[in-house]
């Protein structure tokens, strides 16, 4: 068992930088692929990046703004967020153990989310 817990957000103006934190429990952590997914008002939820041990990919939205990183020692996940953008305001998830399934990903852990609000 794994649980998650983000932190990190914030209200931020147009073209700032955020950096989320997600904090893992458990012994297993440093062999899991991890994740940062959103959700915005009305919209369904939407994978942001991964990283996994042999490397990591981002949508194509935050391609060049956003990186993941993960300290093992730690075990933590962050999420550097630069030239933030009102369209990013959403609620960010840290989620664990994920698997590529083609078009969509799956998690077999999920945190409980930290809102981001950019205010343009």
């Known amino acids: 068992q794994v649980q998650l817990v983000e932190s990190g957000g914030r209200l931020v103006q147009a073209g700032g930088s955020l950096r989320l934190s997600c904090a893992a429990s458990?012994?297993?952590?440093?062999?899991?692929?991890m994740g940062w997914f959103r959700q915005a008002p009305g919209k369904e939820r939407e994978f942001v990046a991964h990283i996994s041990w042999n490397g990591g990919s981002y949508a194509d939205s935050v391609k060049g703004r956003f990186t993941i990183s993960r300290d093992n020692a730690k075990n933590t996940v962050y999420l550097q967020m630069n030239s933030l953008k009102p369209e990013d305001t959403a609620v960010y998830y840290c989620?664990?153990?994920?698997?590529?399934?083609?078009?969509?990903?799956?998690?077999?852990?999920w945190g409980q989310g930290t809102q981001v609000t950019v205010s343009s």
């Open positions: 989620a664990a153990d994920l698997r590529n399934l083609g078009s969509t990903w799956s998690a077999g852990f």
């Open positions: 458990g012994r297993t952590f440093s062999s899991y692929a």
